[in-house]
T-cell receptor, first 114, second 112 residues
Framework: DAGVTQSPTHLIKTRGQQVTLRCSPK?????VSWYQQALGQGPQFIFQ???????QRGNFPDRFSGHQFPNYSSELNVNALLLGDSALYLC?????????????FGEGSRLTVL | AQSVAQPEDQVNVAEGNPLTVKCTYS??????LFWYVQYPNRGLQFLLK??????LVKGSYGFEAEFNKSQTSFHLKKPSALVSDSALYFC??????????FGAGTRLFVKA
């Protein structure tokens, strides 16, 4: 049973560019959350997707957008990259009935903005 | 608004000694509390959770946590630390909505 998979694992971009990160949830999970983890900090909630809709959003600008596909996989897009966007981006999945249950995390995509 | 505080950046303990990693929270309503562990360059792994019931929760790898409603705390404990327990530990809270909030993390260092 595959867990949460994310791609790419590492990438380097320059300021002003755009990036797309991808996530496949754990089998049987239909809810995907995205987190940003800056160096030395805890994960910060970006948004959550369920039934292809953004269900809740954290304190992130509109440069951060997402999408969920019918197969429950998800993408995180960041436009007009800033140096401060450099971080580990984590995808977490959960089953719907586990809204207050544990999250299953992928290994993350490490983004470096130069 | 909900929040989580982990007052210690780092906890040092000798192998075989008991360990405690502290966490306090603020949430309106009944809290759903979690502990996760992160090894270098890896994602977070779930350790244990408190939803309701017994205040002492047992989880993976011999860890346990005690929920204290009056002190709004959820400290992580282990009776006997192992060198392999050295990692970054995160406390998290969900106030019953869709968003789980994480603390800043506590680095646990277990010395042989």
């Amino acid at each position: 049973d595959a867990g949460v998979t994310q791609s790419p694992t590492h990438l380097i971009k320059t300021r002003g560019q755009q990036v797309t990160l991808r996530c496949s949830p754990k089998s049987g999970h239909d809810t995907v959350s995205w987190y940003q983890q800056a160096l030395g900090q805890g994960p910060q909630f970006i948004f959550q997707y369920y039934e292809e809709e953004e269900r809740q959003r954290g304190n992130f600008p509109d440069r951060f957008s997402g999408h969920q596909f019918p197969n429950y996989s998800s993408e995180l897009n960041v436009n007009a990259l800033l140096l401060g966007d450099s971080a580990l981006y984590l995808c977490a999945s959960s089953p719907l009935q586990g809204d207050t249950g544990e999250l299953f995390f992928g290994e993350g995509s490490r983004l470096t903005v130069l | 608004a909900q929040s989580v505080a982990q007052p210690e950046d780092q906890v040092n303990v000798a192998e075989g000694n008991p360990l405690t990693v502290k966490c306090t929270y603020s949430v309106s309503g009944n809290p759903y509390l979690f502990w996760y562990v992160q090894y270098p360059n890896r994602g977070l792994q779930f350790l244990l959770k408190y939803i309701t019931g017994d205040n002492l929760v047992k989880g993976s790898y011999g860890f346990e946590a005690e929920f204290n409603k009056s002190q709004t705390s959820f400290h992580l404990k282990k009776p006997s630390a192992l060198v392999s327990d050295s990692a970054l530990y995160f406390c998290a809270v969900n106030g019953g909505g869709f968003k789980t909030i994480f603390g800043a993390g506590t680095r646990l260092f277990v010395k042989a």
